[in-house]
């Protein structure tokens, strides 16, 4: 079993900049590729960014591939999510989430196993 747990969200003015966080449980983390998507009241759930398991290879959203950056530390069970130049649409509830089974279909949320509870983003205008 797979725990995660995100930290980081809070209140932001639009144009700041906020780092999640996301630690995992269990042995599994250096086997997974590990995302970051969101969901926003009313909306579908977005895809945001992925990173693969040694972290050599990155995958963004046309929406956030120039703002957003993902990282991991496979030494700390961690993923981050280091986002600059907020703007209002980025308000949203934050999930990071863990993919086992499937390394190639890292825009999927389907494809991943283990979700954190989310971290509440909201950005001032």
């Known amino acids: 079993q797979v725990q995660l747990v995100e930290s980081g969200g809070g209140l932001v003015q639009a144009g700041g900049s906020l780092r999640l966080s996301c630690e995992s449980s269990?042995?599994?983390?250096?086997?997974?590729?590990m995302g970051w998507f969101r969901q926003a009241p009313g909306k579908e759930r977005e895809f945001l960014a992925a990173?693969?398991?040694?972290?050599?290879?990155?995958y963004y959203s046309d929406s956030v591939k120039d703002r957003f950056t993902i990282s991991r530390n496979n030494a700390d069970n961690t993923v981050y999510l280091q986002m600059n130049r907020l703007k209002s649409e980025d308000t949203a509830v934050y999930y990071c989430?863990?993919?086992?089974?499937?390394?190639?279909?890292?825009?999927?949320?389907?494809?991943?196993?283990?979700w954190g509870q989310g971290t509440q983003i909201t950005v001032s205008s």
């Open positions: 989430a863990a993919n086992l089974r499937d390394e190639l279909a890292v825009r999927n949320g389907a494809a991943y196993d283990y």
């Open positions: 990173i693969s398991r040694g972290g050599h290879n990155t």
């Open positions: 269990g042995r599994t983390f250096g086997s997974a590729v």
